[in-house]
């Protein structure tokens, strides 16, 4: 009987460390609520094992501490089973909690953000081009309950439903609508891949899209196009620079006309260009008063 008499205390001792350990001050109500849904009754066969659970921990100790207490880091969370349902309360940490050897079982649970390449995806545009367009997605778990029992890999669904998302979305999308409204994409894939992991309790924070990359015979006509595009502003500007010279040349002529001295004086800035260029042969032209005059005395 006193063996009996100081196994009570003992247990009932541990069981208020179990409840303090699984109870920490900040919990997920979400949490509580899918924990509440799929905690029913264990059971007779439930208690029993549970009562011999306990025996084993009073028996065992203090060796079985070692195997009871377990700790989670500050952004992780326990996901505590026990018979196969989730236990009241949700999810448990951060710190310390307990497990009852041989019939509960935890899953850990990483709450930082991460994030994962979408490999290149070959789409097919709305005008009929075929590019290969990929992506980076950043996400994190927003509730550790509902991403361990209403999926079997939360993170490999995601990165599969972004693959599709992103094939999905740009499809609907113009060539030139993927390569000058990429912001405009992200954005909106964000908010649909955010709405569809939200029952898995996932947050998708941000969605970028890295590289669209062309067919290389689009490539080159792009470029031939660009080229083209390059070479008639080109002949554009230079028919606005011939223009605008021979306006100007057109109004020297006009002044020079008007005076006699200037013609002169033109004359002799082009004879002193010519013997600059040290040229062994210079042309002196005729002054064209002078063909005047010999076309006078021929008449």
């Known amino acids: 009987m006193s063996d009996q008499s100081q196994s009570v205390p003992i247990s009932a001792c541990l069981l208020l460390i179990q409840q303090s350990v699984r109870n920490p001050s900040v919990h997920n109500q979400s949490d509580k609520r899918s924990a509440d849904e799929n905690d029913g009754g264990i059971g007779i066969c439930g208690w029993i094992l549970t009562f011999l659970s306990w025996i084993l921990v009073v028996c065992t100790m203090p060796f079985s501490f070692f195997v009871c207490f377990k700790v989670v880091q500050e952004y992780e969370r326990a996901v ?73 890999n939360a993170h490999h669904s995601t990165r599969l439903l972004a693959q599709t998302t992103l094939r999905n979305m740009l499809g609907t999308k113009n060539l030139h609508e993927i390569l000058g409204d990429r912001e405009s994409i992200s954005s909106d894939m964000q908010g649909v891949l955010d709405d569809a992991t939200e029952n898995w309790g996932i947050k998708v924070e941000r969605v970028e899209i890295k590289d669209v990359r062309l067919p290389v015979q689009l490539q080159r006509a792009m470029a031939a196009e660009a080229e083209a595009a390059r070479e008639a502003g080109a002949k554009v500007i230079a028919a606005e620079g011939e223009q605008k010279a021979s306006r100007a040349l057109k109004e020297a002529a006009e002044v020079i006309s008007m005076s006699p001295a200037a013609l002169q004086l033109r004359y002799l800035q082009t004879l002193n260009s010519i013997s600059a260029e040290k040229n062994s042969t210079i042309i002196f032209p005729v002054p064209i008063n002078i063909l005047g005059n010999f076309m006078e005395k021929r008449e």
């Open 80 to 152: 505590i089973f026990r018979l196969g349902r989730l236990l009241q309360g949700g999810s448990g940490g951060p710190g310390i909690f307990f497990i009852l050897p041989c019939i509960e079982t935890y899953s850990k649970v990483d709450l930082r953000t991460s994030v994962f390449d979408v490999p290149p995806q070959e789409v097919l545009t709305k005008d009929s081009v075929t590019v290969s367009v990929d992506a980076v997605v950043y996400y994190r778990v927003s509730n550790a309950t509902v991403s361990v029992a209403n999926v079997e």
